[in-house]
């Protein structure tokens, strides 16, 4: 029991509790949830992020979970209904070789690395809403969540921005 007091003080462990309450927020959603779309709009896409109980917010087009990514649709046609949906996460802090985005690239399926335009890092995957559940996009984006978080000592060799 004392380890656990002791742990709750360190930055590490409560950001390690936080990831882990977030990760078990999206398994129940994931649980309780069949929803399955042909296309997806994006009051559909906020009604199963909601439904997570997560704390997220808007930002234009896009649902923008706390201390996470960005989640949003594509291939919209003029009703709003689109054909994907999107994640998307940028490291701000994070200017990585190019080198680091092949190997990324070459040994990991999911998230796919690229860099910004002002040379930070972004990360992204796309899935079809073809088909899709709220499962699928729940589970996909805790599975893309903890692929950058697992592996976050890879980027430790890139160049700090200023």
Not at 22 to 47: C, K, R, W
Not at 52 to 67: A, E, H, K
Request: net charge negative; proline share 2%.
């Amino acid at each position: 029991m004392r380890f656990f007091k002791r742990a709750e003080k360190n930055k590490f462990f409560r950001k390690a509790k936080i990831t882990a309450l977030a990760g078990a927020a999206f398994f129940t959603m994931a649980l309780n949830s069949g929803s399955t779309y042909d296309s997806i709009t994006l009051d559909e896409l906020v009604a199963v992020i909601a439904g997570t109980g997560l704390d997220y917010s808007m930002n234009g087009n896009y649902i923008n979970i706390r201390s996470g990514p960005f989640i949003g649709v594509t291939g919209c046609n003029t009703l709003g209904s689109c054909t994907d949906v999107m994640i998307m996460l940028s490291l701000e802090d994070v200017t990585p070789t190019l080198d680091q985005v092949n190997e990324w690239n070459q040994t990991r399926k999911i998230p796919e690395a690229s860099v910004n335009s002002d040379g930070t890092l972004l990360f992204e995957h796309y899935m079809t809403a073809k088909g899709i559940t709220s499962t699928a996009i729940v589970d996909t984006i805790d599975w893309f969540w903890k692929a950058i978080t697992d592996d976050k000592e890879f980027w430790s060799e890139s160049e700090p921005t200023s």
